[in-house]
């Protein structure tokens, strides 16, 4: 049988899962898209092709690690390249480009 005390305890933690709203809040206003500085625009949305490039790059990655999110490639197992962007290994292997892996110069295998 339940003592009076978990059932006490239960009730208490269905009141902690409700949502509270404080009456004090600070309104901050969020400028239009169209009054950013052009600069500031492309640093914060991406245009349509970049988006594509990104999407095809994304995708080969994707199939490289088998369709499973599980054996997505980690941050440590990527190579660096000169400009210090992180690479997937599968573009390494299909790209004949200079990499820094791991702080040894790494040379990809020439495509025959």
Not at 48 to 60: C, D, P, V
Not at 72 to 99: C, F, N, Q, S, W
Request: hydrophobic share 30%.
């Amino acid at each position: 049988p339940k003592s009076s005390s978990s059932t006490s305890s239960s009730s208490s933690s269905s009141y902690n899962k409700r949502a509270r709203f404080y009456n004090k809040v600070v309104v901050v206003r969020i400028p239009s898209r169209y009054q950013y500085p052009e600069s500031m625009k492309k640093s914060i949305w991406a245009s349509m092709k970049e988006i594509h490039e990104n999407a095809r790059r994304n995708t080969i990655e994707f199939a490289s690690e088998g369709w499973d999110w599980r054996r997505a490639t980690e941050d440590d197992a990527m190579y660096i390249a000169p400009d210090g962007e992180l690479v997937h290994p599968v573009h390494v292997h299909r790209k004949p480009t200079r990499v820094v892996a791991r702080s040894r110069v790494w040379e990809p295998v020439r495509q025959i």
